[in-house]
Each structure stands twice: as C-alpha cells, then as structure tokens.
C-alpha cells in the first residue's frame, strides 16, 4: 500500500514561534512554508507568520496538496 502517513495533527499550535523568513523577525504563530531539500547542508525550511501569509499568499507546507496529487487537474 503507498498510503502516505499523515501528521498534520503535529503542527497546528497556533502560538509557536520562530523565524519569519518573510519580514525577517521572530514572530509567533509561524507555519511553515517550504522545506529545504536536504543535500548540501543542514536543511530546514521557511516558516511565515500569518500576517505575511496573507500578504503573499502562502500556503503552508501542511496545507498544500501532495506531489501529484491534483497538479495536473486543471
Ligand atoms: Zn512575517
């Protein structure tokens, strides 16, 4: 079976606290946004604070649809 296992359950503390890699402050209530590929380096990912997600129209990493999974649904 390639059911994905889903662990959105783990990331919907609305009060964390991090680094806005959008207004480059710490904020709280980030989310993250995209994740670094990890090959050269430490990895990590861009986190966004709500009122820069709405600004730029981020979707958060949780929030967005899997690879292949309606992306070639016009
Ligand atoms: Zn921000």
Redesign the pocket.
Known sequence: MAEPTQTASTTNTPSSFGY??????H?RG?RLIRVHEQGSGPGGGLF??????E?FDLVPFADQPMPGAGVDAT
Not at 20 to 25: D, E, I, L, N, R
Not at 48 to 53: E, I, L, M, Q, T
């Open positions: 806005c890699a959008w207004h480059q402050a904020c980030v966004a604070c709500r009122p820069c997600r600004s």
